[in-house]
């Protein structure tokens, strides 16, 4: 168990509709990190938060966007989903966040399907 | 476009032999390269290498970093069925993207 934590586990939906994913880090870590992963692409860096900011990004969508609270827990949103988006979505955290990715401990993952 | 290449992308061997698994970039700006095992589900991290040469173990496997020739190796010796998972690379370019290798699947049949 890493210590990350993410709701829902499974979650289907039907193309179109807009989905919240959360991500609990690790206590005392203060960087979020989203990733999807699909079998086509593999895992692809969408975005990462710093103490509430965002500090880099990947490939992430304009129909995605994130945040991250002042209780550092963070927020994928996706809308207007296809059936592309069905991926497994990773959350991971680390204690620093500045220019330096460094040791990520990953979530469990939430499994959206989109039919 | 950055990118990172990984070979072979499925191995499978026996108990107690001895793989290497490699892994080339192609990243503007890099900084670091990070090494992953992912089992059924998340990613563990293994190896973080920013420095030429400089061997990195942990236990039975090891991992090393050639910046001139923009590769990286993962070497695990003697292998057990628990290091059956697919093995993961990604390069870091100064925290402005960190992309990852397809991965390469170990099974390690007893």
């Known amino acids: 168990d890493s210590g990350v934590t993410q709701t829902p586990k499974h979650l289907i939906t039907a193309t179109g509709q807009r989905v919240t994913l959360r991500c609990s880090p690790r206590?005392?870590?203060?960087?979020v990190y989203w990733y999807q992963q699909s079998l086509d692409q593999g895992l692809q860096f969408l975005i990462q938060?710093?103490?509430?900011?965002?500090?880099a990004k990947g490939n992430i969508l304009e129909r995605f966007s994130a945040q991250q609270f002042p209780d550092l827990h963070s927020e994928l949103n996706l809308s207007s989903l296809e059936l592309g988006d069905s991926a497994l979505y990773f959350c991971?955290?680390?204690?620093?966040?500045?220019?330096?990715?460094?040791?990520?401990?990953f979530g469990p993952g939430t499994r959206l399907t989109v039919l | 476009e950055d990118k990172v290449v990984q070979s072979p992308l499925s191995l499978v061997v026996h108990e107690g032999d001895t793989v290497t698994l490699n892994c080339s970039y192609e990243?503007?700006?890099?900084?670091?390269l990070l090494w992953y095992k992912q089992e059924k589900k998340a990613p563990t991290f293994l190896f973080m290498l920013?420095?030429?040469?400089i061997e990195k173990k942990s236990g039975r496997l090891s991992s090393i970093l050639d910046k001139k020739e923009l590769f990286s190796i993962l070497n695990i010796t003697a292998t057990q069925t628990g290091d059956s998972a697919v093995y993961l690379c990604?390069?870091?370019?100064?925290?402005?993207?960190?992309?990852f290798g397809p991965g390469t699947r170990l099974s390690v049949l007893p």
């Open positions: 991971a955290s680390s204690v620093g966040g500045g220019a330096f990715f460094g040791e990520q401990f």
């Open positions: 206590s005392g870590d203060l960087s």
């Open positions: 938060y710093y103490n509430g900011e965002e500090r």
């Open positions: 990243v503007t700006n890099f900084r670091s």
């Open positions: 920013t420095s030429s040469g």
């Open positions: 990604a390069a870091d370019n100064y925290g402005q993207n960190f992309v």
